[in-house]
């Protein structure tokens, strides 16, 4: 068999991460009425990773502790340090609703760039394209050994062609270096980068055994629920005492715990359905769920931005599909209008069933579906709704429930909502929620729940725990007296109060062994985080744009992306936010996407904003954007007048609360 070459990751010899120096930066801001750890009279983002990394490289050193110093236990100490996860805010001018104003924009236009940056991106193409095949070209003949695992040898062939790899080894190869950087520990408001540095153009990389604390815009942590501390985690770990870490099989053999169906009730009042079933993964909730909806003689409408999941679900369906231009409602209504007339290829039969499939939150371009629009479509052409909210689901809406909630729809009007508990829950895998007779039939026939391992038990504990702090918890009732969640073990149409929704839940909905703080009960840290997110969100979007960048997606989203454009300012974006140009500045990890997950000469940095930022984590984004991009001139957007980074730091609030503030003047 010819050996196939693989990069790998070398470590030198060094102490383990609890005697490592942790390098850089500075973060986290202290309680007001505890000692502040920050060295700087203002809160400030450099000020706290200065004190973290101090305090992680005191840890690694053991030495006598001065007189007086705060025992490493301290009580105190310990609850700053714990701003790591989640910051600390308490000014409420930094709140706001997540809803939708009717008349606002769903998405603004993106901008187009100049003649100049988009020739120029394809020129960079063109001649890293043609450097890679001569390398190759030349590289086959005189370095042969280098080659050995793309060619034919002692008549087996290669198992990777030089073609189907070319992408990676010339172009991404270059860049490896800023994608699937290892972390250690949570990955909450700042996350934990192992260092590592390559001395072989990212074949291989060697760990120098340190670490560096930096301020998170990467991980999928809308709500902050991505804790080791707090009474999420604290469930979770009684939920392991009770019922260890795995349920031991599928679902639909001796796979199905009491927490399963605890916590499909809950996601199914929480999104004001009738009925759900959960997943373990999230992409095979659509992959599978898919295939059990439709088959051959049936149509799938699909956004051409739909995530990848659905795309491989239709494909293993055998329905037939058709795209249409994204979020055009014109293009959507000319396709039914066609499909419905038409009917099948060839025979021109009616079709079995159309069913349109839309996101709620698009990942890589922070765009919403246009719910309303969609709705009164299909009110005129009569067809099934599946609307997969991956990414909208906790993060929009006054409740947090969606786009349903954000646009002020019946969610039982659409006929299928899929989600995952990844993104906003700290958990993983997905969701599909829909009527009672649905449910039950995708329960039969999807793969998730005949062969895929059962959801564990501790990612349900947080599931049930994070879903109850946000709707709250109604008081148990008397003894005696019966409860909605003990007349039937399936939910049903009779036995669910869709007048509830979306209000709190019945006691009897959590475990009674789940003891969880006062201030999850009655959701109050859940609104909270609600409302933090949807300032974080709003203000980070408005500034970027009043700074000058092109940005993309709705003011709303969460999900904030910055294009770049050029592939050779991609590496230098990320790199430069990670290490910054001052030496004393906050650390920033962030993504860059690329071809093939966005298009050519659609190169971008995605950031993702969450709960657990305050407002002085996005004044240091903020700044640092200002910083890079004058560096690397990525202000390419047109807007006549644009504000200074101090000015939209200090009119943040006008900037998240007035439209026209935000919109060029």
């Not at 910051?87 to 409420?92: R, T």
Request: charged content about 20%; glycine content about 8%.
């Amino acid at each position: 068999m010819p050996s196939l070459r693989s990069r790998r990751e070398t470590s030198t010899p060094t102490s383990s991460l609890s005697s490592s120096p942790a390098k850089t930066s500075s973060f986290l801001y202290p309680r007001p009425s505890q000692p502040s750890l920050a060295t700087a009279s203002r809160p400030d983002a450099r000020a706290y990773l200065t004190a973290v990394s101090e305090r992680e490289q005191r840890a690694s050193t053991p030495s006598p502790a001065p007189v007086g110093a705060p025992s490493a236990n301290h009580p105190q100490l310990g609850a700053t340090l714990a701003d790591k996860e989640f910051g600390i805010c308490h000014n409420a001018a930094y709140r706001h609703t997540s809803s939708y104003r009717p008349g606002e924009q769903l998405a603004s236009e993106i901008e187009e760039p100049s003649y100049y940056i988009l020739i120029s991106t394809y020129v960079s193409y063109v001649l890293l394209i043609v450097i890679g095949h001569m390398r190759d070209f030349f590289g086959k003949r005189m370095f042969k050994k280098h080659y050995r695992h793309l060619m034919p040898r002692n008549g087996v062939a290669a198992l990777f062609s030089d073609f189907d790899s070319f992408y990676t080894r010339r172009l991404k190869l270059r860049i490896d270096d800023c994608f699937g950087r290892p972390t250690t520990g949570v990955p909450g408001r700042t996350i934990l980068t192992v260092d590592r540095h390559s001395t072989d153009h990212n074949q291989t990389y060697i760990l120098p055994g340190t670490h560096t604390r930096a301020l998170n815009v990467s991980s999928y942590n809308y709500l902050g629920f991505a804790q080791a501390r707090g009474g999420c985690a604290d469930a979770v770990e009684d939920c392991i005492k009770r019922y260890g870490v795995s349920a031991g099989g599928a679902r639909l053999e001796a796979g199905t715990l009491d927490l399963h169906t605890q916590a499909e009730r809950l996601v199914a009042r929480f999104v004001g359905q009738e009925d759900a079933m959960v997943a373990s993964m999230g992409f095979a909730t659509n992959s599978t769920t898919l295939p059990a909806l439709v088959s051959k003689g049936s149509l799938v409408i699909s956004d051409e931005l739909n995530h990848s999941s659905i795309r491989f679900g239709v494909r293993l369906s055998g329905a037939a599909v058709r795209q249409y231009k994204h979020n055009d409602m014109g293009a959507l209504e000319a396709l039914l209008r066609e499909a419905i007339s038409q009917g099948q290829p060839r025979t021109h039969r009616p079709w079995k069933k159309i069913l349109v499939v839309v996101e709620g939150l698009y990942s890589m371009e922070g765009t919403l579906v246009d719910l309303p629009s969609i709705m009164e479509l299909k009110k005129k052409y009569k067809f099934y709704l599946y609307v997969d909210e991956a990414h909208s689901i906790g993060a929009l809406g006054p409740h947090g429930r969606g786009v349903c909630d954000y646009f002020g729809i019946n969610p039982r009007e659409v006929d299928i909502l899929m989600g995952t508990v990844t993104k906003s829950f700290g958990a993983a895998g997905g969701y599909i929620s829909g009527s009672h007779a649905l449910i039950q039939r995708i329960r039969e026939r999807s793969h998730a729940m005949c062969y895929a391992e059962s959801m564990s038990p501790p990612v349900l504990a947080q599931i049930i725990a994070s879903l109850a702090s946000i709707c709250g918890v109604t008081p148990p009732l008397p003894e005696g007296e019966p409860d909605e969640t003990q007349l039937a073990w399936e939910p049903s149409p009779e036995t669910s109060i869709e007048h509830a929704h979306p209000g709190p839940v019945p006691a009897g909905y959590v475990p009674k062994w789940m003891d969880l703080p006062r201030e999850l009960l009655d959701g109050s840290e859940g609104r909270d985080r609600l409302r933090r997110l949807a300032f974080n969100a709003r203000y980070l979007s408005s500034a970027l744009r009043a700074l000058g960048f092109i940005i993309s997606g709705a003011r709303d989203s969460p999900i904030v992306p910055l294009f770049i454009f050029n592939p050779a300012k991609l590496p230098m974006f990320s790199r430069l936010m990670q290490k910054r140009l001052s030496p004393s500045a906050a650390s920033i990890v962030v993504v860059v996407v690329a071809y093939p997950a966005t298009p050519l000469i659609s190169g971008r940095a995605r950031f993702c904003v969450s709960a657990a930022h305050t407002k002085q984590d996005i004044d240091e984004l903020l700044r640092a954007c200002d910083e890079v991009g004058d560096v690397l001139g990525l202000k390419l957007g047109r807007r006549k007048h644009r504000w200074t980074v101090e000015e939209c730091i200090e009119r943040a609030e006008e900037l998240v609360r007035d439209d026209a503030a935000a919109e060029d003047n």
